[in-house]
């Protein structure tokens, strides 16, 4: 008896799991655990083991490195849903599972991502003291050997907190930049 799982949420064959936001050409993922509530082998039949379809298939990718099969009564295994847009828009596929379940035997999820515009947040340092600029969105700082760096962002309302850390015999003065920024 298969179980699709993502977090602790169960999706039901048939059912639906919403990626959220992605910016065109960023990627979010995903994991998912697929559970045998049975006591007979679960045995997934087809090359690849998850397949992806639909209109925006191109936009959906599997990776299925570590799903087992077959897989015993009870256990569990996991594959990973990437979501990484070309183009704005809604984007749907649909993930399917061919098995030797009894009455899930074609698992089906339609899955569904949502393509957003983003922006490019930069920062660059200026002055002759020396520090770094860290931040709370992964991926975006800044050193004095790397005085501008810039990361893409979605383009929704958030809020990004900087943090200046002044090298020692260095002061951090202020801030300056766009006006819809807040310091």
């Not at 087992?68 to 399917?96: D, Q």
């Amino acid at each position: 008896e298969i179980q699709v799982k993502q977090g602790a949420t169960t999706i039901p064959t048939g059912g639906s799991f919403n990626v959220g936001p992605s910016a065109v050409g960023h990627q979010v993922t995903y994991p998912f655990t697929m559970e045998n509530l049975g006591n007979s082998n679960l045995t997934w039949n087809g090359t690849p083991k998850i397949r992806v379809s639909g209109t925006h298939a191109g936009e959906f990718s599997v990776d299925e490195t570590t799903t087992t099969s077959p897989l015993g009564g009870g256990g569990s295994t996991t594959f990973l849903l990437t979501f990484r847009p070309n183009s704005l828009g809604t984007k749907t596929a649909t993930l399917s599972l061919a098995n030797n379940d009894g009455d899930e035997g074609n698992y089906t999820m339609t899955v569904t991502g949502t393509a957003v515009p983003s922006k490019n947040l930069q920062i660059t340092l200026a002055g002759t003291g020396q520090g770094t600029v860290t931040s709370d969105l992964p991926g975006l700082a800044c050193a004095a050997t790397t005085p501008s760096c810039s990361l893409p962002v979605i383009d929704s309302p958030r809020w990004v907190t900087l943090t200046p850390v002044p090298a020692t015999g260095s002061e951090f003065i202020g801030w300056t930049g766009d006006a819809a920024c807040q310091a």
